[in-house]
Every structure is written in C-alpha cells, then in structure tokens.
C-alpha cells in the first residue's frame, strides 16, 4: 500500500467514524424530553452568566437552537432585561464566501428570515455586520465533544472555515461550546481542519480547556 492510498483510508475512516457518531449523538440529543431541554436551557443560562460575567465581555456571538441543541434564548433575555452591556450577534449564512458565516448584531427588534437550513438568522444588511475578529465570545452550538475541547459539529464546516484565522492570530474570540450532557463521547476522531474550543458548558459542568 502506498502513502497516499494509506492516507486516503485513514481519512475514509475517520469520516466514516465521525458520520456514524453524529448520527447516534443527533438521536440522543433530539430524545431529551421537554423538560430536560428547558432544565438544560436555564441551568446553562446560570453557568454561562457566573463564567462569562468574568471575562466582562462586550461583543458575544450566539445562536438559535435547531435539531435538539441547548435553546441559549434564556440566556440572551436575561441580558435584554437586566440591560446589560453585551452586544449580541448571530450567525449568518455568508452570501458570497460558501460555506462560510458572518456575525450580525442581534436584538429584540431585529428583523429575522429563515435561510436554506430553516433556521431563522437576521436579515442581511451590512451595518449590522460585526467582523469575527472583534468578537469576545463565540458560543458554539455542537453534535459531540470530549474533554481535549475537541468539537464534531453538523457536519457543514462553517464554523471551522469561519475561524479557521484563530489558528495564525494572538487577538482571537473565545469559543464556547454549548451542550447537553448527553453529547460528551470519551475521544472524537478529529480532523486537521478542526478548530478546537476553549470551553465548554453543559447543565452540570464548565469545562475551561
């Protein structure tokens, strides 16, 4: 066997593993019962206001839940009432780099439209464009992590190609994953385009990385 065939096996492979994983975990988050995704919502809501309120951020990137994954909106409307001063932003479909996001300002009023995915998103104007790199913190939503910080998302690439900048920068948001308990595996098969987290918070735990 060549290196290249040896190589292209090895990366068959981890696809392999990643895609049946993604499945199994999707299945697990999406069978938490109604209950458990609102205790799961406000106990997160809890961590994130004692671990965040640390770092005195100005500029936080989040996003609107879809498929099972942690609903952050708790969160966010504690901040609205308590007027505080956090700038939120939310993920948008890029509608020139594929395959890629941009982060526009987010508020109680903003206008929202559903893209391809179905997920609601503000509508594109470009004064309410933040640039990735004056985000404090990103809080990622994820499929599956383990405790190195690695993250297995949807399986798009977004938010890897989004910051894949992080990787060559000093001056870089802190990326939060957001998830249910039930979304930690013990190893995930990574892939050298990962970006890796620097936290994560689920109902029970704050994991700094």
Known sequence: ???????????????????HLRKALRVAR???SVNEQEYAAQAIAEQLSS?????RPMNVAAYLSNDGEVNLMPYIEHHWQCSE??????????????????FLEYASQTHMVKNKYGIEEPVLACQQVVP????????????GFDKLGNRLGMGGGYYDRTLAFTRKVEQKPM??????????????????????????????QTLVL
């Open 1 to 19: 066997m060549t290196l290249n065939s040896h190589l292209s096996n090895e990366k068959a492979s981890t696809s392999s593993q990643r895609a």
């Open 30 to 32: 999406k069978a938490l």
């Open 51 to 55: 671990f965040i309120a640390l770092a």
């Open 85 to 102: 001063h956090i700038q939120f932003s939310l993920p948008v479909l890029h509608p020139v780099c594929q395959g890629h996001l941009l």
């Open 132 to 143: 990735t790199q004056q985000l404090d913190i990103i809080l990622m939503p994820l499929v």
């Open 175 to 204: 990326l939060i994953g957001i998830a249910h308990d039930v979304q930690e595996v013990d190893a995930l098969p990574i892939a050298p385009w990962d970006i890796p987290l620097d936290a994560i918070v689920t109902p029970t």
